[in-house]
């Protein structure tokens, strides 16, 4: 069976990649910094998320899922790859007549505003459709986040419903407006 590159992605600001478990310390700074700015977004996180031990296993295991097909972690780093300023997760890839999956993304907070998640979706997103030729990308975010409902607007993502109580997070069962956008490649193709 034939090992499957890890992908690296370049646009004119980022590199786009699955960290290697040697880089543990870099995740694990970029979630000590960022903890106070993406709580209010994300699930609970235990003490050890915060830790290089725990990113060198989950980076470990990041790979592993890549290469065996169900998820693509990418980070998203400065030109050098010296800083981690994000993370565009793919993930709960399902083949067979679904070929769909998740995205969820954290921009670090001191980067908002730049463009920089835009940019990287872009990308990821491209990235997607035709290396793994997924058919739709399915986004969800709460209603109070705006910001994020207008970068998945921007990036073609259409609102396809709302689901209350959705997902835990920060403690506290989340209302999620339900998003997706479609492979062009394959509207294109059965029209």
């Not at 990041?62 to 998203?76: D, H, K, N």
């Not at 793919?90 to 920089?116: D, E, K, M, P, W």
């Not at 459709?129 to 259409?158: C, K, T, W």
Request: hydrophobic residues 40%.
């Amino acid at each position: 069976m034939k090992v499957r590159p890890l992908p690296r992605l370049a646009t004119e600001r980022l590199i786009l990649k699955l960290l290697e478990p040697s880089d543990a310390s870099l995740m694990a700074r970029f979630r000590r910094e960022n903890k106070d700015h993406l709580t209010r977004w994300e699930p609970t996180r235990p003490l050890e998320f915060y830790t290089d031990g725990f990113w060198q296993m989950q980076l470990r295991v990041a790979i592993r899922e890549f290469r065996s097909g169900s998820s693509v972690c990418l980070v998203m780093m400065d030109s050098v790859e010296q800083e981690v300023l994000g993370v565009c997760n793919y993930t709960n890839i399902v083949r067979g007549t679904f070929q769909s999956c998740h995205l969820g993304y954290a921009l670090a907070g001191r980067h908002q505003g730049q463009g920089l998640m835009h940019e990287a979706l872009m990308a990821s997103n491209q990235f997607i459709f035709d290396q793994l030729e997924l058919h739709r990308i399915m986004a969800n975010y709460m209603p109070r986040n705006q910001r994020s409902g207008d970068l998945l607007h921007r990036l073609g993502f259409v609102i396809e419903g709302e689901a209350r109580s959705f997902l835990k997070i920060n403690g506290k069962w989340e209302d999620h407006v339900l998003t997706s956008m479609l492979n062009p490649a394959h509207i294109q193709s059965s029209s």
